[in-house]
């Protein structure tokens, strides 16, 4: 029952400031400021001074599910031309104020957000400011920084899919799991939508999407308010608002209609694999916080459920995972697992299946929820160890969750899950609905024996 | 309906927007810096145990947490002959059961307390750690300190994390860059103590006993071989009693260290490529020995290794990817150990352009011998080198890290006052003069991708070049080639 006065104590400590017989229980509020300016661009800050560097994100409302029609991978693509350069920015000013000064820098794409972040010493607030609302306000690129980047790009899809045993796998979940949905699409594109993508696309979308009312600043660390007001003002309030509307996707993924089984061959895995999801709600569901201990409690740490029988005690699985992979649009519930050596796919199948029917019909126990809880708050406190970690944390609160105050109020939202809530939420989505099954099948003539059997040279 | 087309229709927008001739706030290049702030850390503060086991604490209030890292001075340079994984699976078995717990009873333990454990054995030392609240320390400590001086190595045990182990070499081996780090292992190495996979090999593992790894455990599990190291919210005092109440009670054993016995001497480069028709994508790999942890040139080392192949605007990264777009991510590193580690310069490329990213990674290296390191090159990669090692100081987790990596090699820690000065001391000429000295020798290409797409080229550039097919690979073996 620790948990169970746990959070209630943050309360109380927030209410009597200081109320505390076990310091280690507390987290404190994080206390952040917010302002909009004139052109709409959203800024979020935490000022911390125990460390002399500043975490500065700019989270872009537009994702890989944003990516224009028979141009997968292409939001992603942008997002590496984002760092190319303007009539004030060259292609190495990103570096030689972060990277080159003792900071770094980078960015990701996610299917509904694009993030640029950076960590710098403080005394580098003013200038990456400054670069930051350059390139939102333009790029101008070049056909050969263009297709210099597209080539990079094009080894990244090499080495995270083409390289990897297990990379066309990863693909093919979201490929065969949703239906019309843009989430179909893979954020990393292919070689060949690729190759078709325009130099002329690429200003496009920055005009498009790369503008203030579709942006939110976060900054968080060691800086002064009156600082950062005066320079988000200067620089980010010079961004012009376009007047055009920003498109959204506006499909609406069905619900299925029939289980589907799907079968892929690969001459690189070595072992069999196989996914079944469902689909979810969206990130933004009352229902995302059991969801979220569902995850936790099927597939978090080694003690999970999933781990524990299929992996440890009857070792049909190399791998098994639980994923509540929760967007903004809807989500996906997705199982997967690797199949052991030695295993057959149908036995390692009929074991995930007992487990999923197990916990629709008993639900999880009370310990169960108490340690999923307990390992959310270690979690939580160690995100905050860094400027980066609450910067990260701030920015999902405010996109994606669409609540800032996310980040002081989610522990409380997990805390009041039951355990029955867990079994009716796992049943609410999974319990008679559609699935879609699929496979990975090594290609049986390539497999090459490598297992114990060979004889010591 | 998905609307994405109608956006392709409004370039014109583009225009309106790009035609800013003002910078942004009216600057056209970037505002200037304030004065800089110095980066604090806590100064970690030791003690000993009667039984000789040093104990380290960092002292680090803000947020109630706690890392915690034991360590042991010997790794995998100690597995015997031919049982290639063998302080791999003892550290790995740790945590799979105690005289009282099972392994599933410990994980559970820990993770109800909202914890983790670890426990694992690589080259030059085992750990094994909890990171938890630090309301949950007693605990977590009566675990740690279970599975270090308890451990049962059941045989079920063991023969449940061969079978993990095997499955997961399976996989990694059919990664080309995965693959290419066994290969580069021997490459350098050749058949000296750190030649062999330290996660143990398709043929090793299955050939381990259990008697081998309680012998391992027995000779280098001792207090007097150990450190135990905290960091977070602790004092030292409670962090003595800690170590005190919890592994007080460990007995040092009379067998004698391992020392570490390379034979680098002769080493001589090799050039290989490991055929594997399925690569999606060729690992590309120069290598070498180069220095060990102790060497006086270790900071030159760590800028010279910066200029070359650190960091988005290294050398190698802007040449290979920025400027030609051949790849993801080029980089080189010095891996530091007891004794000489390896240097190494590695890219991924499409199969089709192997050879060119080998020249180009020859190219590189060769530079950094001849043309000097311009002021703010050096200024960059200092500055690259000491922001990262003060970033990695600000989780617990890091800082222990960092702690670790200095009582692995019983340096003092003072050490960690003296890196930013020493690493902002290094000049430009200490760079070439590193790079002549360690680095411009030849060195080994090792290629892992699929020859057809490369070979022919690359056997007119590197005409000694050596073919291993995948399936006659043997990892085992300092030649790398199956005995038929």
């Known amino acids: 029952m620790y948990a169970g006065w746990l959070v209630s104590l943050v309360l109380l400590t927030l209410a009597t400031a200081g109320f505390t017989r076990e310091p280690a229980a507390e987290i404190k509020k994080l206390s952040f400021a917010h302002t909009t300016l004139e052109n709409g661009l959203e800024i979020y800050s935490i000022e911390d001074h125990s460390s002399p560097t500043v975490a500065v994100q700019v989270w872009y409302h537009v994702g890989s599910k944003d990516d224009p029609d028979h141009r997968s991978g292409f939001a992603h693509l942008f997002e590496h031309m984002m760092f190319k350069g303007n009539e004030h920015l060259s292609p190495d000013t990103f570096d030689e104020l972060t990277e080159n000064v003792g900071g770094e820098n980078n960015a990701f794409t996610a299917p509904d957000v694009t993030v640029y972040h950076e960590v710098v010493p403080s005394n580098y607030l003013e200038p990456i400011l400054w670069a930051e609302a350059e390139r939102m306000s333009a790029l101008a690129l070049n056909d050969t920084n263009f297709k210099s980047e597209r080539d990079v790009v094009k080894e990244e899809y090499r080495q995270r899919i083409a390289a990897n045993p297990y990379g066309e796998f990863s693909l093919a979940v979201e490929q065969k799991s949703f239906a019309v949905h843009p989430y179909k699409r893979p954020g990393i594109g292919n070689i060949a939508e690729l190759d078709a993508s325009q130099l002329p696309e690429v200003k496009a979308f920055h005009s498009i999407f790369y503008r203030p009312d ?171 160890e860094t400027n980066n970690g609450k910067a990260t944390a701030l920015g999902e609160a405010a996109v994606i969750y669409r609540d800032p105050n996310h980040i002081n109020t989610d522990l409380a939202k997990l805390e009041a899950v039951t355990a029955n809530q867990v079994k009716a939420v796992l049943n609410k989505f999974v319990n008679g609905k559609n699935r879609v099954l699929i496979e990975y099948l090594p290609d049986a003539k390539k497999e090459t024996p490598k297992s114990g059997e060979t004889e010591k040279p | 309906m998905n609307d994405a087309k109608a956006y392709l ?47 380290i604490v960092a002292e680090r209030l803000n947020l109630p947490l706690l890392a915690v890292e034991l360590i042991i001075r010997t790794g995998s340079e100690a597995d015997p002959n031919n049982l290639a994984g063998t302080a791999n699976l003892t550290g790995s078995l740790l945590t799979k059961g105690t005289e009282k717990m099972s392994a599933p009873e410990i994980v559970n333990a820990v993770e109800s307390l909202g914890g983790t454990i670890f426990s694992s054995g690589g080259s030059d030392n085992s750990n094994a750690g909890v990171l938890v609240m630090s309301s949950k320390a007693e605990p977590a400590l009566t675990i740690l300190a279970d599975v270090v001086l308890h451990p049962a190595f059941k045989q079920e045990e063991l023969e449940r994390l061969r079978r993990q182990l095997l499955d997961g070499l399976r996989v990694a081996l059919q990664q080309p860059s995965s693959l290419a780090s066994y290969v580069v292992g021997r490459a350098v190495y050749g058949d000296g103590e750190y030649g062999h996979a330290a996660g143990g090999t398709p043929e090793s593992l299955p050939a381990i006993q259990r008697a081998d790894i309680v012998k391992f455990y027995q000779s280098y599990y001792r207090p007097d ?94 040449e290979i990817r920025i400027k030609r777009g051949l790849s993801y991510g080029a980089r080189s590193s010095l891996d530091m150990r007891r004794d000489s580690g390896a240097f190494t310069a590695s890219a991924q490329t499409k199969n089709e352009s192997a050879v060119d990213v080998a020249l180009l990674l020859q190219t590189e290296l060769k530079r950094l011998g001849t043309d000097p390191v311009e002021g703010d090159e050096l200024k960059s990669r200092e500055a690259l080198l000491t922001g990262s090692y003060s970033r990695s100081m600000e989780t617990n987790q890091g800082f222990a890290g960092q702690i670790a990596g200095l009582a692995v090699f019983n340096l003092p820690l003072d050490t960690l006052d003296k890196f930013i000065p020493s690493i902002n001391a290094v000049t430009a000429k200490d760079v070439t003069v590193f790079a002549s000295k360690y680095l411009m020798s030849p060195t080994s290409l090792v290629v892992v991708g699929k020859a057809a797409a490369f070979l022919e080229p690359l056997k007119k550039n590197f005409p000694g070049t050596r073919v291993i097919p995948q399936a006659e690979l043997d990892l085992n073996r300092a030649d790398l080639v199956k005995q038929k």
């Not at chain 1, 049909?316 to 519930?333: C, K, P």
């Not at chain 2, 370039?11 to 810096?33: R, Y």
Request: net charge neutral; no cysteine.
């Open chain 1, 214 to 384: 579709n942006a939110t600043l976060i900054v968080v660390g060691d800086f002064t308010p009156s600082d950062l007001e005066r320079w988000a003002n200067k620089y980010f309030g010079a961004v012009a608002r376009p007047t055009t509307k920003i498109p959204r996707v506006s499909v609406t993924e069905p619900p299925r209609t029939e289980d589907k089984h799907e079968v892929l061959s690969t001459t690189k895995a070595p072992l069999p694999a196989f996914a079944v999801t469902y689909l979810a709600p969206s990130v933004r569901s009352s229902d995302e916080p059991a969801l979220e201990l569902a995850d936790e409690i099927l597939s978090g740490g080694q003690s999970s459920r999933l781990y524990q029988s299929l992996v440890y005690e009857q070792q049909v699985a190399q791998r098994a995972s639980f994923d509540a992979d929760l967007r903004e649009d809807l989500g996906l519930l997705t199982f997967r697992v690797i199949v052991a050596g030695g295993k057959s796919l149908a036995e390692a199948e009929k074991a995930l299946d007992m487990q999923i029917d197990k916990v629709l019909h008993d639900g999880v126990s009370q310990a169960e929820l108490e340690k999923a809880k307990n390992r959310f708050l270690t979690g939580k406190l160690m995100e905050r």
């Open chain 2, 9 to 55: 229709l409004l370039p014109l927008l583009w225009l309106s927007l790009a035609q800013h001739s003002f910078g942004i706030g009216g600057v056209d290049t970037a505002p200037p810096p304030a004065a800089p702030r110095g980066f604090n850390f806590t100064h970690p503060k030791e003690a000993k145990l009667d039984n000789g086991l040093r104990v």
């Open chain 2, 225 to 318: 071989n150990a450190a135990l190291i905290f960091s977070g919210n602790i004092t030292l005092e409670q962090g003595k009693g800690y170590a005190q109440q919890f592994f007080g009670e460990w007995k040092t054993s009379e067998v004698s260290s391992h020392s570490v016995n390379p034979s680098l001497a002769n080493w001589k480069p090799t050039d290989l490529v490991v055929d594997m028709p399925e690569a999606g994508q060729a690992s590309v790999n120069l290598t070498k020995p180069a220095i060990k942890r102790n060497s006086a040139d270790y900071y030159s080392g760590l800028v010279a290794n910066a200029v070359l192949g650190n960091g988005f605007s290294s050398r190698l990264n802007r």
